[in-house]
């Protein structure tokens, strides 16, 4: 066997190795991200009854990565659907949290 070609393709697996391992770190820490601004958002818009923008003005650094948006009934409307908050990062990365009358917010 070659050992040129045995040097090249071990250096290639580790290499891909140290991409997996960066690449899985990136999308918890981005999952991490779109449940917080989730569960914020949506206590801020559900609990202490703010629109979501004035929300969003008060968020950590960090937070503005993900894009948030309400879903459901707000305020005193009544609907089917859960009311909650939907949160995407990148548009690949999901998060979700549902307001409960009784409970508040909970993430899904």
Partial sequence: MNFKF???ASVLVVAMMLLYQTAEKKVDAAFIVANAVAKTACTCVFVAKR???ACRKD???GFSLARAWVTGAVGDETS???SG???SVMWVVRGRAFYWPDLGCQLE
């Fill in 6 to 8: 045995v040097v090249a």
């Fill in 80 to 82: 089917d659907a859960l």
């Fill in 51 to 53: 629109p979501l923008e």
């Fill in 59 to 61: 968020d950590p650094p």
């Fill in 85 to 87: 908050v939907s949160t």
